[in-house]
């Protein structure tokens, strides 16, 4: 019998991502000590440990944005391949929600046709914010209306605000409830 728990924050990390990452100076992630290892065999070992039946994967941040918008398309894109074939290899065990390159506006829209219409990706995550461009911000505007008519679920994850990776916990709480605001005073929400 199985439980039907379902983790929907369940961050993964492929090697290649933490490369990119560390290489655009992300060394301490949201104030972290550091990267953690990831690997599908520890998440399903964990997962059984502790009764999860589907581990909803998604990156955590900081994102795949890293200051350039080709390379940021590049990176979601190769992030999203993998995390469907994780899903597709492991078939009931993992979700996918992908990864956009916002705030590249043009980047996202395609990166969301991509993930729907080739991979099947069950939802997207979005970070309160990107470079400082938050969710609620007028110039998001196209994304949140082809996430909308897609009726797409959307998984909203903190990230620290701009020139602040020191803590990894503090303000969490805020951060989210600042990005669900601004979502629902801009009527995105």
Not at 12 to 27: C, I, K, M, R, S
Request: charged letters at 25%; a negative charge.
């Amino acid at each position: 019998m199985t439980s039907g728990l379902v983790d929907v924050h369940a961050h993964h990390l492929p090697d290649f991502y933490v490369e990119q990452a560390t290489a655009a100076g992300h060394v301490h992630p949201d104030g972290m000590g550091g990267w953690p290892s990831w690997s599908v065999r520890d998440r399903l070992d964990l997962m059984d440990r502790n009764g999860i039946e589907t581990a909803m994967l998604s990156l955590s941040s900081p994102g795949v944005h890293f200051g350039d918008d080709k390379a940021a398309r590049l990176l979601a894109r190769r992030v999203n391949e993998y995390t469907a074939d994780v899903a597709r290899e492991n078939r009931g065990r993992f979700g996918s929600f992908a990864s956009l390159p916002l705030p590249d506006v043009d980047g996202a829209l395609e990166e969301i046709a991509f993930a729907f219409d080739e991979l099947g990706a069950d939802g997207v995550a979005l970070l309160t914010h990107t470079h400082g461009v938050y969710l609620g911000d007028a110039r998001l505007e196209p994304v949140f209306a082809e996430l909308d008519r897609r009726k797409a679920v959307v998984f909203l994850h903190p990230t620290s605000p701009v020139c602040w990776e020191q803590s990894a916990l503090a303000g969490r709480v805020r951060w989210s409830s600042t990005s669900s605001t601004r979502l629902a005073r801009s009527g995105t929400w």
